[in-house]
């Protein structure tokens, strides 16, 4: 079986709507993050955009608040994922959630995964908070 052809004007479309939903949600970031793989694993960057946004985050039926909020829960039940949470705090701020509802988000998942990872996530959160100035966070 082989690869798909990155380059084919299929997978261009599909990056190109992906890149669209990233930018219009990430702030800023991503190139990074993109350019960061480039030369060891150009094909996971393709397929980060292409289908984590545009075929995933572009689908109807959640906003972007949502999808956040969904993404939050996740990567703090997976643990390990801290330097993606960040990534995804980051973004949730961009979409308009509150440093309240994203710390509100990370407590709620300690029921389901345990206080060892909220607290990692929490303090992966804390560190965007400091870098954005929206240190302590009140209720």
Do not use: M, N
């Given at each position: 079986m082989t690869a798909p052809d990155i380059n084919s004007p299929a997978e261009q479309e599909r990056y190109e709507r992906g890149l669209e939903v990233l930018t219009t949600v990430d702030?800023?970031?991503?190139?990074?993050?993109m350019d960061s793989l480039a030369d060891v694993a150009p094909a996971?960057?393709?397929?980060?955009?292409?289908?984590?946004?545009?075929?995933?985050?572009?689908?109807?039926?959640?906003?972007?608040k949502q999808r956040q909020l969904v993404t939050l829960g996740?990567?703090?039940?997976?643990?390990?994922?801290?330097?993606?949470?960040?990534?995804?705090?980051?973004?949730?701020?961009n979409v308009?959630?509150?440093?309240?509802?994203?710390?509100?988000?990370?407590?709620?998942?300690?029921?389901?995964?345990?206080f060892p990872r909220a607290l990692n996530a929490v303090t992966a959160a804390k560190k965007v908070f400091a870098e954005r100035d929206l240190l302590p966070i009140t209720n």
């Open positions: 702030g800023g970031s991503a190139p990074g993050v996971l960057a393709h397929h980060i955009v292409a289908f984590g946004f545009g075929d995933i985050y572009a689908r109807p039926g959640l906003d972007p996740i990567l703090t039940a997976l643990g390990g994922c801290e330097p993606q949470l960040e990534v995804h705090v980051k973004t949730a701020l308009g959630l509150t440093p309240t509802e994203i710390v509100e988000a990370l407590t709620h998942a300690a029921g389901y995964c345990g």
